[in-house]
């Protein structure tokens, strides 16, 4: 099992000290990764729904604070030496598709291959709206072309596209990213269309715990998501083992005494050991735990990070 963990873009933890702090004591830890996510813009007024939470609010509504996804990824890169940098996720339609592919590959030189390129489409209308963007309700397949040009562009000597959003040729594309034939993708994203999505483009699937819609709890729950997995992926002549599966959860809480009523990842070590354990079995490769929803203070997620890497960690092998 590899273990990563979030970053915040907004808030108490998204300053240069308190972001640097968090990555160097993860990479200490001997945690594998660091994720943040991506916004542009936080319009004032917000009528979309957020797939992850039961009201669809979105926590970050209030501030209209985000810090832009990978120019955090760069500056970590240069304060960290080992850790993946976990795109999680890039909403694929918010960018050029040859500015993020060399924003991508630019990082993955510098950080000497570190780059995961973990991909959504996209929730928040209105975010779409202010940025000028190929419409909304078209985000799906924009995001699918763009992917394609991303490989394009990666891979070919000689790149050149032509689609519906985009056309390009007699162009160079240089450096290519460090890895080959180019960084890891992992699609987020718990519907039939990000199942899809991963089973034809990507090397991974990143789904999100708390989806009221399509929720991923529960192991039964995962279970049934990898299936459906499995099934397109035969489709498109791969197998399941292909793939990294990735589980993202948001409330990992490890407490001094058993509950018998509770939920996966949380309780005493011994529980969350024995969930992860469970999830391994299912094909979970890379658990992503979110240290920073617990805590109110640097400090707190400095020690929830530790006790997870100290106290709970060591149960699992």
Known sequence: MHY????????????????????????????????????????????SRYPYTESGAFPGSG?????EQLTVLSFLAGQTQRLQLVTSVLI???????VAAKQLATLDVLSKGRVVV????????????????????ERGAVTDEYLQIFKELWTSQNPSFKGHYCQFDDVDFLPKPVQQPHPRMWVGGESRRALQRTARYANGWYPIASNPQFPMATPKQLQSGLERLAAFAEVEGRTLEEFDIVYRIHDYSLQPTASAERQPFQGMAEQIAADIRQFEALGVTHLVLDFMRQSSSL???????????????????
């Open 4 to 47: 990563g963990f979030t970053l915040a873009g907004r808030g108490l933890f998204a300053q240069t000290d308190a972001l640097t702090t968090i990555a160097q004591h993860g990479e200490a830890l001997g945690f594998d990764s660091l994720c943040t996510g991506d916004h542009i813009v936080v319009p004032r007024h917000i009528t």
């Open 63 to 67: 501030s209209g604070e985000y810090l």
């Open 92 to 98: 694929v339609p918010h960018r050029n598709p040859l």
């Open 118 to 137: 973990g991909i959504g489409v996209g929730w928040m209308r209105e975010e779409f709206v202010a940025l000028g963007l190929p419409p909304f309700a």
């Open 299 to 317: 400090d707190a997620v400095l020690a929830h990070m530790e006790a997870f890497a100290t106290q709970v960690r060591p149960l699992v092998r």
